[in-house]
């Protein structure tokens, strides 16, 4: 982890205590994990108690303390999609990426989630990898999107 | 500070302006339970078990004792069968949670709580917050706080900054309304021993003694 570039996030806010969450955002989407030390980071220039930042990057599911892969993908089990077959695009997920839902592959490629509801019902069945939607997928196009992950 | 005038449980009270009902019932002898509230912290609010019921203009509504504050005229009742209930509810709650609790066994007899009515949910801590804010406010460490969210939501120390603090203050213990707080601490402590006393790497390996 570069450090450096930590620096230059909580610089580009200021270091203001009031951006803190924006702080941890912006880390987050970078190296799609909160990183010990990155933390240490913030909570030493912005002068917030480390306890305080422990708070909320464990409150909001947005932040992860542990790694994860460089493609997110989340499958949606939300009541429509869950009867228009949420769980078999689920399953074909799992057998294409060989995780389950909250695990991230050895190679840190792939971290997977479901979700309740992606706001997009007449779409379902949904996946969403790295913020792109796939609606209306079928298990047999799954292993195809994902290969197209690098 | 201007004088307001109110009746608690039938009884007129003057209070001064910012004391909250607990305080002005204290002041004529009447005793709020209290779980959450402590004298020297900001208000808090968190458990409810200080819920009583006032009179506003005539209609009755269920506040929290600690942290509402006086108001002219206010009409409060600190016992009635609506309060009643909501405690022996809130006791019942905690009870799932920290079975053993002295504190909440006395509320338990006085509103006719039944410990066994809901599942048990043996955390043992009843987020009150007491620990957390007082290593924040009074001794500004911040060595324990609250870590994720919702029922899974609980205190933890860092060992960070707990190592360092911790031992030679402790006075978050007696605080405690449950055992949770230093079962977490004996826990925490384990696991922040410095390496060098833990001998090498600080795991039990016979790798590397010192
Ligand atoms: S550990 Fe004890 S003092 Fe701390 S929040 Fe839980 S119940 Fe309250
Ligand atoms: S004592 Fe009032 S809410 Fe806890």
């Known amino acids: 982890m570069d450090i450096k570039r930590i620096d230059e996030i909580i610089e580009k806010h200021d270091s203001e205590e009031s951006s803190l969450i924006q702080i941890l955002l912006d880390i987050q989407s970078e190296h799609h994990w909160l990183p010990k030390e990155a933390l240490n980071r913030v909570a030493e220039k912005l002068q917030v108690p480390l306890s305080r930042i422990q708070h909320i990057a464990t409150f909001y599911k947005a932040f992860s303390l542990v790694p994860k892969g460089r493609h997110e993908v989340h499958v949606c089990m939300g009541t429509a999609c869950h009867v228009r077959g949420a769980q078999r695009v689920l399953d074909a997920v799992q057998d294409a990426t060989g995780i389950k839902p909250g695990e991230t592959d050895a190679d840190l490629k792939f971290s997977l989630e479901t979700v309740n509801c992606l706001g997009c019902c007449a779409l379902g069945p949904v996946m969403e990898v790295d913020g792109k939607h796939h609606g209306n997928i079928a298990p047999s196009q799954i292993a195809s999107v994902l290969n197209n992950c690098d | ?210």
């Not at chain 2, 005793?31 to 004298?39: D, G, K, N, V, Y």
């Not at chain 2, 043992?124 to 924040?136: D, E, Q, S």
Request: hydrophobic content about 35%; glycine content about 8%.
């Open chain 2, 1 to 210: 500070m201007s004088e307001i005038h109110l009746q608690i449980d039938g009884k007129d009270v003057v209070a001064s302006e910012g004391m909250t009902l607990v305080d002005a019932a204290k002041s004529v002898g009447i005793t709020i339970p209290t779980l959450c509230h402590h004298e020297k912290l900001e208000p808090y609010g968190g458990c409810r078990i200080c819920t009583v019921e006032v009179e506003v203009r005539g209609w009755p509504k269920l506040v929290a004792g600690c942290i509402y504050p006086v108001e002219k005229d206010l009409v409060v009742r600190t016992r009635s069968e609506k309060v009643d209930k909501v405690r022996k509810v809130l006791v019942e709650e905690m009870l799932a949670h920290a079975p053993d609790s002295e504190q909440l066994k006395v509320l338990a007899e006085e509103y006719g709580a039944d410990k066994d009515r809901f599942d048990k949910h043996p955390s043992f801590c009843i987020h009150c917050g007491l620990c957390v804010r007082y290593c924040a406010e009074i001794k500004k460490k911040h060595a324990v706080g609250f870590v994720d969210r919702g029922s899974n939501r609980e205190i933890s120390f860092f060992p960070e900054i707990a190592g360092k603090e911790c031992w030679d203050c402790k006075e978050c213990f007696p605080l405690c309304p449950t055992s949770a707080l230093q079962a977490a601490y004996v826990l925490a402590e384990s696991l922040m021993s410095p390496p060098e006393e833990a001998g090498g790497c600080g795991c039990s390996c016979s790798g590397h003694k010192k």
